[in-house]
T-cell receptor, first 116, second 115 residues
């Protein structure tokens, strides 16, 4: 069964600083990987997705993530944090292994705070 | 286009009462998912439907939970009887077919408190 580990339940950065949110996954087959963002009192919104087309994936709001198979990682980055980036971020994985290929497994989430 | 619509947004009720959560997926979407989010367990998939048919309900915690999708534009999640440990935020999500490449679109959730 696949699993997702997000290192750091809380990350704090200064406005304008680099954002790095870590995600490691385990999957028995090549996975599909996703990053979602959740703002307070809202549902999850898709930031970006990896579907094996390219290892560097660009998403909305200036975020991007790099798939590294050798490290089983899919870390999310943004060069310069903005106050509006403050939210909770979730990494998710699925695989295409028969009966479970419609399930997403989510990480526990990383709360990003941006300090002025 | 309208997104996934959930109602009510907040529900407070007493232990033992029946709770019904409602979801209207995005028009044309083939899949509908129900999730539960808690601090302790994170985001858990409870059940999902394809073309109104339940496909996998292995995440439903107990027989007290049931879900239906009578048509393509409506689904319910019921808890009967409710217990304090059911307190959580419940999300509905929908997606197009071709799931591996199609993102799930989430509603804003129902915050459920069982007293």
């Amino acid at each position: 069964a696949q699993s997702v580990t997000q290192l750091g339940s809380h990350v704090s950065v200064s406005e304008g600083a680099l954002v790095l949110l870590r995600c490691n996954y385990s999957s028995s087959v090549p996975p599909y990987l996703f990053w979602y963002v959740q703002y307070p009192n809202q549902g999850l919104q898709l930031l970006l997705k990896y579907t094996s087309a390219a290892t560097l994936v660009k998403g909305i709001n200036g975020f991007e993530a790099e798939f590294k198979k050798s490290e089983t990682s899919f870390h999310l980055t943004k060069p310069s944090a903005h106050m509006s980036d403050a939210a909770e971020y979730f990494c998710a994985v699925s695989d295409d292994s028969g009966g479970s290929n419609y399930k997403l497994t989510f990480g526990k989430g990383t709360l990003l705070t941006v300090n002025p | 286009d309208a997104g996934v619509i959930q109602s009510p947004r907040h529900e407070v009720t007493e232990m033992g009462q029946e709770v019904t959560l409602r979801c209207k997926p995005i028009s044309g979407h083939d899949y509908l998912f129900w999730y539960r989010q808690t601090m302790m367990r994170g985001l858990e998939l409870l059940i999902y439907f394809n073309n109104n048919v339940p496909i996998d309900d292995s995440g439903m915690p107990e027989d007290r939970f049931s879900a239906k999708m009578p048509n393509a534009s409506f689904s319910t999640l019921k808890i009967q009887p409710s217990e304090p440990r059911d307190s959580a935020v419940y999300f509905c999500a929908s997606s197009l077919a071709g799931w591996g490449f199609q993102p799930q679109h989430f509603g804003d959730g129902t915050r459920l408190s069982i007293l």
